[in-house]
C-alpha cells in the first residue's frame, strides 16, 4: 500500500540517490590517475571490483601501499603508491606477491611472473636526466629489475624505455638522483 | 522514577560490549606487521593468513558493480552469510565498530537526557520509520549496478570508523561523527532505521534459529513489567507477540541478539537459545484464548 509516509521515503531516496548518483559519476570522471598496486584491473573495473578494506596495504611488506583519503569519493579507500616515495619493490625475497594474495575481490588478479604485471609504464623527462643533458648516469638502469629489458642504455650511455618491458614497479623514479625525478611512471589505464 | 532493583552484573550486555571491542582492537593490532593473526578493516578481514571473510553487502556491491561472479569473494562472503544465517543480526551488536560506539554514544544520551528530565527539559525525540533501511539497501545496489562502484563501501561510516582506527583517521570520520550527533534527536536512528548493512544482516537472519526464548511459565508468573522493551537497543517491543499471538521467541528481524532484554528482565525470562523455524503460536495459548472468549 503507498502510504504518504512511504511515498515520501521513496521520493527522497530516488531524488538523493539521483542527485549523489550524478554526483558521484562526475568524480569518478574527475578521479586522479592514480598508481595501483601490481595486478591490479584497469582503472574502471578496479574501481568496481574493490571492497575498500585495505587488506594488501597491510599485507605489504614494503609498506609501499597507501589508502587514498577523500581527496575524490570514488578512490577512498583503494590501495595507491607514490613510487618516489616507496616504489613496489614486487616482493623480492617472498614466494608471491602480498597485496595479491591478500585480496579477498580478485580486484588485484593473480600474475605468474614479474613480466605479466603492467602497472604503468615509465616515462624519462630528456629536459632533466643527467645522460641527457650529457652528464654520465644511469641509476635508473641499475635499479631497474628488468635491465637492458625495460630500460635499455642507447650507444651514448642514454637510458630509454621499452614500454612494452616496462611493467611499471617505479623502482627507477625511486632511484633517479635528480629531483624531482627525471624518469616517473605513469599509470597504464 | 529510580530503579529499585539490585544491580546485578549485565554479563550479555558485558559480552557483546567486549566482543566488539575485541574485534577493533584485533583490527588495530593487525596494522602492525608482527601480528600477523587477525587483519583487515570492516569490509573485510583475513584470519591466520589463510581464511578470508568479506562483508556480504561489499561483495554483493562489488559483484554488482564488476558485473561478474568472483569466485573467492563468493565464498570468502558465503562464509558469513551461512554464520549469520544461523545467528541472525548479531554482527550489529556483537561486532561492528559503529554499533558499538552508536550503543555508548546512547548510554551517554540517556545520562544527558535523564539530567535535562530533572530541569523540566528534554531532547526531541524523533523516530524514523524501520524499513528506510531495506528502501536504502535497494537504492544502494541499484546505484552500484548503475554506477560501477559499491558505492555503500565508499560512503559506509562503519568502513571509515573501522578504516580510521586502522589506517589513521580519514575524511569519513565526519559523517560518523554527524550520526553521533543525530542520535541525539534520533536515538539509535542508524541501526535502527538507516544501515543498509544491518536491513541485509536482518534478511539473511531472518529465519536464524539463534534467537532469544522466551520461558513462558517465569513470564506468566512476573508482572509483564516492559523492561526487557525498555532496554532493547533496537526499540523492539520485546513481549509484544508473545502476549498477542503466543509466540515462544522473539522473531522480530531487527533482533540484534545483544542480550540486553537477557540482562533487563528482572524475573529472568529470557534466554539465549536455539529454535529451529519461527516460533508458531502455541496451541495452548490458543486454548488460553478461547477460554477466555467465554468468560
Known amino acids: ?189 | 522514577m529510580k530503579d529499585k532493583r539490585p544491580r546485578r552484573l549485565d554479563r550479555w550486555t558485558l559480552a557483546h560490549r567486549a566482543t566488539a571491542i575485541l574485534f577493533l582492537a584485533l583490527l588495530f593490532l593487525g596494522h602492525f606487521d608482527w601480528f600477523p593473526f587477525f587483519k583487515g578493516s570492516a569490509a573485510a578481514t583475513r584470519a591466520l593468513n589463510v581464511l578470508a571473510f568479506a562483508d556480504p553487502l561489499a561483495a554483493l556491491e562489488a559483484m554488482l558493480a564488476s558485473r561478474q561472479v568472483t569466485l573467492s569473494l563468493l565464498i570468502a562472503a558465503g562464509l558469513l552469510i551461512v554464520l549469520y544465517a544461523f545467528l541472525g543480526r548479531a554482527f550489529c551488536s556483537w561486532l561492528c565498530p559503529l554499533g558499538l560506539l552508536l550503543e555508548l554514544n546512547n548510554e551517554l544520551r540517556t545520562r544527558v537526557n535523564r539530567f535535562l528530565r530533572q530541569r523540566k527539559l528534554a531532547l526531541p525525540t524523533v523516530h524514523l520509520p524501520r524499513h528506510t533501511k531495506y528502501a536504502l539497501l535497494i537504492t544502494f545496489l541499484m546505484l552500484s549496478f548503475l554506477l560501477q562502484l559499491p558505492v555503500f563501501q565508499i560512503v559506509s561510516p562503519i568502513n571509515a570508523l573501522a578504516r580510521s582506527v586502522v589506517f589513521g583517521p580519514e575524511a569519513g570520520l565526519v559523517l560518523v561523527g554527524v550520526i553521533v550527533a543525530a542520535e541525539y534527536v534520533a536515538p539509535r536512528a542508524w541501526c535502527r532505521a538507516l544501515c543498509p548493512l544491518g536491513a541485509l544482516y536482518s534478511v539473511i537472519g531472518r529465519y536464524a534459529p539463534v534467537r532469544v526464548q522466551i520461558d513462558q511459565a517465569r513470564e506468566q508468573a512476573g508482572k509483564q513489567c516492559g523492561l526487557c522493551t525498555r532496554s532493547c537497543p533496537m526499540g523492539i517491543e520485546v513481549l509484544a507477540e508473545h502476549i498477542q499471538k503466543g509466540k515462544a521467541a522473539i522473531d522480530d528481524p531487527e533482533c540484534t541478539r545483544c542480550g540486553m532484554c537477557i540482562d533487563g528482565c528482572p524475573r529472568a525470562s529470557l534466554h539465549l537459545g536455539v529454535r529451529l523455524g519461527l516460533s508458531s503460536v502455541r496451541a495452548a495459548h490458543l486454548l488460553e484464548m478461547d477460554n477466555s472468549m467465554w468468560r
Open chain 1, 1 to 189: 500500500m503507498l502510504t504518504r509516509r512511504r511515498f515520501l521515503t521513496t521520493l527522497a531516496l530516488t531524488l538523493g540517490g539521483g542527485v549523489g548518483g550524478f554526483w558521484l559519476r562526475q568524480d569518478k570522471a574527475r578521479a586522479p590517475n592514480l598508481l595501483r598496486p601490481p595486478g591490479a584491473l584497469p582503472e574502471n573495473d578496479f574501481l568496481a571490483a574493490c571492497i575498500r578494506c585495505g587488506l594488501c596495504v597491510e599485507a605489504c611488506p614494503y609498506h609501499t601501499l597507501k589508502l587514498a583519503d577523500a581527496t575524490h569519493l570514488t578512490a577512498l579507500g583503494t590501495p595507491y603508491l607514490v613510487a618516489r616515495v616507496v616504489p613496489c619493490r614486487l616482493c623480492q625475497g617472498y614466494a608471491e606477491l602480498k597485496c595479491i594474495a591478500a585480496c579477498p575481490t580478485g580486484a588485484l588478479r593473480p600474475v605468474k611472473t614479474w613480466r605479466e604485471i603492467r602497472m604503468g609504464v615509465a616515462v624519462i623527462n630528456r629536459d632533466t636526466c643527467l645522460a641527457w643533458q650529457g652528464t654520465p648516469c644511469r641509476a635508473c638502469w641499475h635499479a631497474c629489475p628488468f635491465p637492458n629489458e625495460a630500460i635499455v642504455l642507447d650507444e651514448r650511455g642514454r637510458a630509454l624505455v621499452d614500454e612494452t618491458k616496462c611493467i611499471g614497479c617505479g623502482i627507477c623514479e625511486n632511484a633517479c638522483v635528480t629531483e624531482p625525478s627525471s624518469i616517473g611512471v605513469t599509470p597504464r589505464q
